[in-house]
């Protein structure tokens, strides 16, 4: 017999090869049906697995991240083997097949090349697998019988994969059918549990990330256990599509790239607008909380990089220069330059807590193949502040840097979770250092009753860090907002201030941002929006239509007024008809348009139009101001056709 721990608690008793699935039968027929995995001590297998020993046992199913990656994993094999069924056993040549976030995808070689109309065929004859419901079954096999197998199917992929794995690996292969992987899984028990799938589209990929390697074929796909689940799914990345921030961007006419700079944006006009809008907006807030704003170099000699100790963990995503013999680098953030600004002057223990903040450019390489439109670029903004602290100061600095986080993420509207990283593998300084720092990120959200997971090993390499998650109109997760806990940095620059005893202590420095990157954040702005922004930041805040040329002269004086009041505004003086141009402005994403004709003129009074409603009104331009000048001053949200968040922030 062996015994079983539960995850309540609870210990029960079973002979010796009882199955994972076996187990989930006697504590219920429900939890056996929807059971696609299990947990043996923390391990994760299949259902057929036998338990041989006393264990800690936990039932996977669907309604588990585990559970769904086990369904999708599954859903890749299907994939394999039915490109195997359609184009031949030794004509493709597999790569790997991992789970991606909503999905998976499978990298393969062959000599035709994929189309979005044979996705079609591939999918017809994955469901005639699904119909099959063949069984998905686990063997272990030698290393020898493993390159003996792989050999035979002609698949050097495989072959490269086995050899590099450790001497003591255990080699498991899966087989369905005719088909066969290797695979450590585990996976469902059979195709017939597939129940929702679509593949999505193909793409080129190096073989193993390595631009020295072959480029595969990837196809990706998504699959989940109910078809309205995967309805919604596809509706969802359709609506992505329509808001994705590069598409919108280039429309909008808020930014552009060159090949003369690549990964590194061109803000235009109206980009630079909400850029200005953002930056005015935080830099408010920040000289009413006690920041004061400076500015460091773009470039500084690599031995202040070696001192901080940014050169042993980014020296590969730096750029580096020569300059008078001597080598500096781009900075890749701007830590070490408010360093320098402290240690510049004596400070006593009655000056702190200091808070340094600074809009600071850097610039860090990214391979071509990773660089995202804003999402993920070469050179960008950072809203970044230090704050020098006494240890005492620690807690209420930090509760402070939370208020402010929070106050501007609910003016866009966010929701957000929070997550407590900890020491990373390549930390620098003592355990005893990191223990107490872990431990005042925590004692500050407990006292504050906010809800954080744990994320362990993501810290900074000098720093544990609470990261803000905020999600956004499509329930997307975006890391925005840091803060880190330092006590390593002012070691590093024998930092100092005079104390109370007149001797010299060393201050703690909490690392803070709120945006990130602020080229980051208005991309995730364009989308969370859809391009239709709250109207202090829209870049046009109103569209004026004169109806004919005969009410141009009007349409100048009216936009004279907008503008003294300092209300950004254009006028379409284009000889086109009022649908049209009504249109144009409905494109360009206006939050008002003003329609001018015979009646406004000879009343001196606006026809109003509202973004998202088609209904006008006839008002004053007085009173017209009052309102947006408000909206303006209130930072108000309009949540017009479900394209933004409604809700409060949930801390």
């Given at each position: 017999m062996v015994k079983v721990v539960l995850p309540d608690g609870s210990v029960r008793a079973y002979e010796q090869?009882?199955?994972?699935?076996?187990?989930?039968?006697?504590?219920?027929?429900?939890?056996?049906?929807?059971?696609?995995?299990g947990k043996v001590d923390g391990a994760l297998v299949d259902l057929r697995t036998a338990v041989e020993a006393d264990s800690e046992i936990e039932i996977v199913t669907l309604e588990n991240e585990e559970g769904l990656k086990i369904y999708r994993h599954s859903t890749a094999h299907l994939l394999a083997q039915a490109l195997k069924r359609i184009y031949g056993q030794k004509a493709v040549k597999l790569g790997i097949g991992p789970v991606i976030e909503d999905g998976f995808y499978y990298d393969i070689d062959m000599e035709k090349s994929l189309s979005t109309d044979d996705l079609k065929v591939i999918e017809k004859e994955m469901k005639k697998i699904i119909q099959e419901n063949l069984p998905i079954t686990r063997r272990v096999v030698s290393r020898e019988e493993a390159l003996a197998i792989f050999r035979e199917l002609e698949d050097p992929y495989k072959l490269e994969l086995i050899r590099d794995l450790p001497e003591d690996s255990v080699i498991s292969i899966y087989d369905q059918g005719e088909f066969l992987d290797l695979c450590r899984g585990p996976h469902l028990p059979s195709t017939g549990k597939i129940k929702a799938f679509k593949l999505l589209n193909v793409a080129g990929a190096y073989?193993?990330?390595?631009?020295?390697?072959?480029?595969?074929q990837r196809i990706y796909g998504t699959s989940f256990p109910k078809q309205n689940q995967l309805d919604e799914h596809l509706n969802l990345l359709e609506e992505a599509k329509k808001r994705d921030h590069r598409k919108l961007g280039k429309e909008l006419e808020l930014f552009m790239f060159s090949e003369e700079a690549p990964g590194m944006?061109?803000?235009?006009?109206?980009?630079?607008?909400?850029?200005t809008e953002l930056e005015d907006f935080s830099r408010q807030l920040q000289r009413q909380g006690g920041y004061d704003e400076v500015r460091t170099p773009f470039?500084?000699?690599?031995?202040?990089?070696?001192?901080?100790?940014?050169?042993?963990?980014?020296?590969?995503?730096?750029?580096?220069?020569?300059?008078?013999?001597?080598?500096?680098?781009?900075?890749?953030?701007?830590?070490?330059?408010?360093?320098?600004?402290?240690?510049?002057s004596r400070h006593s223990y009655r000056e702190l807590p200091m808070r340094l903040a600074e809009f600071g450019q850097v610039h860090r390489h990214e391979f071509s193949g990773a660089l995202n439109g804003m999402m993920r670029v070469r050179s960008f903004c950072q809203d970044d502040a230090h704050l020098f602290v006494l240890p005492s100061q620690i807690e209420e600095e930090i509760a402070g840097v939370i208020e402010?986080?929070?106050?501007?993420?609910?003016?866009?509207?966010?929701?957000?979770?929070?997550?407590?990283?900890?020491?990373?593998?390549?930390?620098?300084?003592?355990?005893?250092?990191?223990?107490?720092?872990?431990?005042?990120?925590?004692?500050?959200l407990e006292k504050r009753g906010i809800q954080y997971r744990i994320n362990p090993g993501d810290g900074a390499f000098y720093g544990p860090k609470i990261d803000f998650h905020i999600l956004d109109a499509l329930k997307r997760s975006w890391q925005c907002g840091t803060i880190q806990l330092d006590f390593q940095m002012p070691e590093k620059f024998d930092l100092s201030y005079i104390g109370e005893d007149n001797g010299k202590h060393r201050p703690v420095v909490i690392h803070r941002a709120v945006y990130g990157s602020i080229d980051r954040f208005i991309g995730i702005l364009i989308e969370h929006f859809s391009g239709a922004f709250p109207v202090w930041i829209s870049p046009v805040q109103v569209q004026i239509l004169p109806v004919s040329d005969r009410y141009n002269d009007y349409a100048s004086q009216v936009r004279k007024d907008l503008e003294e009041a300092g209300i950004r505004t254009e006028v379409d003086y284009r000889s086109e008809k009022l649908g049209y141009k009504i249109r144009e402005a409905q494109m360009a994403k206006v939050p008002y348009m003003i329609v001018l004709g015979e009646?406004?003129?000879?009343?001196?009074?606006?026809?109003?139009?509202?973004?998202?409603?088609?209904?006008t009104v006839t008002t004053d331009l007085q009173s017209f101001l009052a309102v947006i000048q408000q909206e303006i001053a209130l930072k108000s949200l309009e949540f017009l056709d479900n394209n933004h968040v409604g809700t409060a922030p949930q801390v």
């Open positions: 090869g009882v199955t994972v699935e076996q187990i989930a039968g006697s504590i219920s027929s429900a939890l056996r049906k929807s059971a696609v995995g073989w193993r990330g390595d631009s020295n390697n072959i480029m595969l944006p061109f803000f235009l006009p109206k980009g630079m607008i909400i850029r470039m500084m000699n690599v031995r202040m990089w070696e001192q901080s100790g940014h050169w042993d963990h980014y020296k590969d995503n730096m750029y580096f220069t020569d300059v008078d013999d001597t080598k500096f680098a781009l900075k890749p953030m701007n830590c070490p330059g408010h360093m320098l600004m402290f240690k510049n402010l986080i929070d106050h501007i993420y609910q003016v866009f509207g966010f929701e957000y979770s929070i997550e407590l990283s900890t020491r990373p593998e390549d930390y620098m300084g003592s355990e005893a250092l990191w223990d107490a720092a872990e431990q005042s990120l925590q004692n500050v009646s406004e003129q000879a009343e001196q009074s606006i026809s109003l139009r509202k973004r998202g409603q088609a209904d």
